[in-house]
């Protein structure tokens, strides 16, 4: 379909007419995310969530967007004027130039790029600045704490991403229109590679280090330090209100909405699996927001389930455990690929290692909560003192 | 012609960000000046079709290492009020010499090397197999020796941290 036919054939029209319709699409997606998250965190802790504004609180999103937009929009006096106005666009820009290279079905993305997947985290590393603009420029040190948690959170958790979707990147090899390709950054020929079994059962593990940074790169639960309200006060964006605010609840929305769509296409098998290229383009968007919507729903799930880690823990689980594990991935996958062995021994040694892995850290955690013979320490003194 | 124009855009958007590091009286004003400019130099690779230079240039520079100068700044820096630091000091002089000579010697070897598969006007398509064979075949122990310095560089200023918090 090109929409530039109309006008003339100009290609930058057709661009053009896209990226509106993406955005309208996200601006109605991530409404309903708003709405989503309130009903299954409610559901979680036995509550009803919206119910008041239309039916069981469908149209909650839209009266919460109107009342933002009507807010006033404060500025603190010592705040750095051009630093904290500036702060929310940087944030959301980003996000949104990642919009256009994911392929919502076989000819529905904006642009095809041959460096998608590249482009993908390359863009996403700018996310940062804002967070930084909006915790150095509010002249608040609530703000300052958050961003710099922020900050240290994101640099470390991008390696461990980057190098999982690296493994999968790897190993995606195979027959194209006759053509043999041997890995590739193309998020469509990610898609078509996987049209008899998606990424998932070849690279469980680097699946389950892709998830775990991506709640990090979102600021979800159990990583939501950056933005933890019992400890610093909703972190870098506690200054700001009204439309400002609201630009960074929607830039976080919108990423994880993004981020959905791009995990389910690099390991869910985006539009493709099963049956995609066969049942045309209605099976196809319907796959992708199934997928995305499953993505969207797990992220809820362990936000509604999971306790925050200490800031510690957090960077010690990177930088001791993920980052070791997706190297040493890189370099099983490397072995495979050089000496051509076949993908079901790579999948069943992966499937193996992520056993071992979850199985670990599950031993870990439930060997961890035993506290029964420890004693707080005001109550040490307490018993010393009787 | 339209990405011509737009080329000399950035490029002056390029250059004013570069003398808004310089000149901005805060600290922080400079960082994102800098943020600015680096990314606007990954704009222009992207008019003259190199993409996986510009997407390496956003990743590297917007990305990582401006973040660690903003990540310094927050760390150092008081967090309320904002203090104007004067950056210039009396050795400004030198320091316009110093970007002058590097500014003529640069432009002196752009223009005076004849580079290879240089063409007018087209520029060439680079896809990333053709870097990545370059790099990893035809450079290869370069490519490993810079890994390991950069190894050694970190390892180094992980020692120097920790002797001075030994201490």
């Not at chain 1, 979102?218 to 605010?245: C, K, M, Q, T």
């Not at chain 1, 909405?257 to 995609?276: D, N, R």
Request: overall charge negative; aromatic content about 14%; proline content about 3%.
């Amino acid at each position: 379909m090109d929409f530039g036919q109309a006008f003339f054939g100009i290609a930058w029209i057709d661009a053009i007419i896209r990226v509106v319709i993406v955005v309208l699409v996200m601006t109605i997606v991530v409404v309903y995310l708003t709405y989503g998250e309130r009903k299954v965190v409610a559901r979680f802790q036995q509550r009803l969530g919206p119910t008041k504004t239309g039916r069981a609180g469908l149209l909650q999103g839209f009266a919460d967007a109107l009342k933002l937009v009507s807010k006033e929009d404060l500025r603190p006096r010592n705040a750095d004027r051009w630093v904290f106005e500036f702060a929310p666009f940087m944030t959301f820009i980003p996000v949104f130039t990642i919009l256009i290279v994911l392929p919502f079905a076989a000819d529905w993305g904006v642009r095809n790029l041959a460096l998608g997947v590249f482009f993908v985290f390359a863009i996403l590393g700018l996310n940062i600045v804002g967070i930084m603009m909006a915790g150095l420029g509010s002249g608040n040190k609530y703000a300052l704490l958050g961003g710099v948690r922020a900050a240290a959170q994101m640099i470390s958790y991008e390696i461990p991403l980057v190098l999982a979707l690296l493994a999968v990147v790897i190993v995606a090899r195979g027959e194209i229109d006759g053509v043999q390709i041997n890995g590739t950054l193309n998020l469509q020929e990610l898609i078509l590679l996987q049209e008899t079994r998606p990424f998932i059962l070849i690279q469980p593990l680097a699946f389950v280090i892709f998830f775990m940074a991506m709640l990090s790169e979102l600021h979800r639960a159990p990583f939501d330090i950056p933005v933890a309200e019992s400890e610093i006060v909703g972190g870098y964006f506690v200054e700001y209100s009204g439309i400002r605010w609201s630009m960074f609840q929607l830039s976080e929305y919108a990423s994880l909405w993004a981020f959905s769509i791009f995990g389910s296409v690099v390991f869910l098998g985006g539009w493709e699996f099963p049956m995609g290229s066969d049942w045309g383009w209605g099976w196809q968007l319907f796959l992708t927001g199934v997928k995305s919507l499953l993505f969207i729903f797990l992220v809820m799930w362990v936000r509604a389930t999971v306790p925050r880690l200490r800031i510690d823990q957090l960077m010690n689980f990177c930088w001791k455990v993920l980052i070791e594990v997706s190297f040493l991935l890189i370099i099983v996958n490397g072995v495979f690929v050089l000496y051509d062995w076949p993908e079901e021994i790579l999948a069943l040694v992966n499937w193996g290692a992520t056993v071992l892995f979850l199985g670990i850290l599950y031993y870990r955690g439930v060997r961890r909560a035993k506290t029964s013979d420890y004693v707080g320490t005001y109550r040490q003194e307490e018993m010393s003192l009787a | 012609m339209a990405t011509e124009v737009l080329w000399w855009l950035f490029a002056a958007v390029m250059v004013a960000s570069a003398i808004g590091v310089v000149a901005a009286r805060s600290i922080i004003h400079s960082a994102i000046f800098l943020i600015i400019s680096l990314g606007v130099v990954g704009a222009m690779y992207l008019f003259l079709t190199v993409e996986f230079l510009a997407l390496v240039q956003f990743l590297i520079y917007g990305g990582a290492v401006t973040v660690l100068i903003l990540l310094a700044l927050m760390l150092t820096r008081m967090a309320t009020g904002d203090e104007r630091m004067i950056v210039n000091g009396p050795q400004a002089p030198f320091g316009f010499l110093v970007a002058g000579v590097l500014a003529v010697i640069l432009v002196g070897v752009a223009f005076g090397t004849s580079w290879r598969g240089d063409v007018d006007d087209l520029p060439a398509n680079i896809s990333i197999h053709q870097v990545s064979e370059v790099m990893f075949m035809n450079f290869g122990a370069p490519f490993i020796f810079v890994a390991v310095l950069l190894l050694v560089a970190l390892v180094g200023a992980i020692i120097l941290a920790r002797q001075e918090d030994a201490e």
